[in-house]
């Protein structure tokens, strides 16, 4: 089945370092470490529509029309905890983005998002705006997520995970098909606990060596 709102990133670097990411015996250290790597890559391709605008600049040799990231700074969204591991990757390569927090959890027995927190920057409305978490699983928590930025002013958003599961991304879809989501893999589907397979197991844990 094909999904209208998915971008999978299937580029070689990208794959290689999630496989290494999946297996059980990769260590925290090397987890967080990959995770960062492989936020650069799939950064390179939510972002690859951002608008420009024309810079006039002296090179050693002449002077020249360049081009530069144009209107407000972008804002990167992270979806607490886990998101935290995306948004630093993405960091390093747009240092100048502005930052917020939306604080989610997923009550066990329902699987429905519960939110804690939200802080977010100004202007919404006129930023280009990435929500991060690396796993979409039931699409509950993330919708809801969408929702508050929403209600916050942005209009252009997008949405990026490492791992995306069928019911996330029909999810999404049907809560907010304006907004596009970007993932490293679309896996096979959500097991009796939420959780998607073959997945991963949970990122938060993983990254921040937690149980």
């Known amino acids: 089945m094909t999904y209208p709102n998915l971008t999978v990133v299937d580029h070689p670097l990208v794959q ?31 972002t690859n529509d951002l608008p420009l605008v024309d810079k006039t600049i002296e090179t050693p040799l002449k002077t020249m029309q360049g081009k530069e990231l144009g209107g407000k700074k972008l804002a990167l969204v992270s979806i607490l905890r886990a998101g935290n591991g995306l948004l630093d990757g993405i960091l390093d390569l747009i240092p100048s983005a502005r930052v917020g927090f939306v604080g989610l959890y997923r009550d066990e027995e329902t699987l429905k998002p519960v939110q804690y927190y939200c802080k977010l920057p100004s202007d919404m409305a006129n930023r280009v705006t990435i929500a991060v978490d690396p796993m979409l699983a039931t699409g509950n928590s993330s919708a809801a997520a969408i929702d508050l930025l929403k209600d916050a002013g942005a209009t252009d958003i997008r949405f990026l995970c490492l791992l995306a599961s069928p019911e996330g ?30 997945g991963l197991g949970d990122a938060g844990d993983r990254m921040f060596g937690t149980k």
């Open 16 to 46: 290689h370092k999630l496989t290494i990411m999946r297996e059980q015996g990769t260590s925290t250290a090397g987890f967080r470490r990959l995770l960062r790597e492989i936020s650069h890559l799939i950064a390179y391709e939510v």
């Open 169 to 198: 991304v029909q999810r999404m879809y049907e809560a907010h098909p304006d907004v596009p989501v970007i993932t490293a893999a679309l896996d096979e589907c959500l097991d009796d606990n939420g959780y998607i397979v073959p």
